[in-house]
């Protein structure tokens, strides 16, 4: 199975549905993860333009005037899903394999860079694990960084690498590596600034589920920031 996570900032208009649809298609993902998708509502005729017929089921969390929003959707034939928690910044979905019944949580999550919220936002995440104790991804848009490598240059937030850094110990969490580029996102200037804010996280029990889970990233178009996908096998070509 495959999870496609990507901050596509905006689904508004047409010509960005078409795009990201390509993405999902190309990707060939069974379950995908957006931030930022600057919606209100997402009807179902919306998300099937962007989804098409595969990715048939989906959650969202609206966005806050013309800023944030996530959804999360999936294809029903590989995975049953079940909401368990919806925040101010993540959405928390159970999956059930329908290959071989295996159980797990998927929390997208976009956080703030307001750094006065960014104290609740950890604390919602540290609170979406008291509600469950199975195999945990966690995927999105952290806006922030884990390590000094996560920029290339500028001024580093040593106190954001502390948080995180200890959120990853409290929460026994696996930050893997990223293959296929070192940063997810570019301020676009002449003399980029890069840095690595989209990631994927799992607990221990998830890669002893999933052993052979890969993080790769995708090439970056349509958006500032590039997708990013986990690989964890046991995907079956669809008919």
Not at 31 to 41: A, G, M, P, R, V
Not at 189 to 207: A, E, G, K, N
């Amino acid at each position: 199975m495959k999870i496609l996570c990507w901050n596509v900032r905006g689904l508004g208009r047409p010509s960005k549905r078409h795009l990201v649809k390509d993405v999902i298609l190309s990707s060939r993902s069974d379950i995908i993860c957006f931030q930022e998708t600057k919606l209100q509502d997402i009807h179902k005729s919306i998300w099937r333009s962007i989804g098409g017929v595969h990715l048939n089921s989906f959650e969202f969390l609206p966005a806050q005037g013309s800023a944030g929003g996530i959804i999360v959707a999936w294809d029903r034939s590989q995975a049953i899903g079940t909401l368990i928690h919806k925040g101010t910044y993540s959405i928390s979905i159970e999956f059930t394999n329908t290959s071989n019944n295996s159980t797990w949580i998927c929390t997208s999550d976009y956080g703030p860079v307001t750094r006065s919220l960014k104290v609740d936002f950890w604390n919602e995440l540290r609170n979406i694990r008291n509600l469950h104790a199975l195999p945990w991804i966690i995927c999105g848009d952290f806006n922030t960084i884990f390590s000094i490598d996560d920029k290339n240059s500028g001024d580093l937030n040593h106190r954001d690498i502390s948080t995180s850094k200890k959120f990853l110990d409290d929460l026994n969490l696996i930050d893997p590596p990223l293959h296929g580029r070192c940063y997810t996102w570019s301020n676009g200037q002449t003399d980029p600034i890069w840095v690595r804010l989209d990631r994927f996280l799992y607990s221990h029990d998830w890669i002893q589920l999933n052993p052979r889970s890969t993080q790769f990233a995708l090439p970056r178009f349509g958006s500032d920031h590039s997708p990013i996908c986990l690989d964890f096998g046991n995907h079956f070509p669809r008919p």
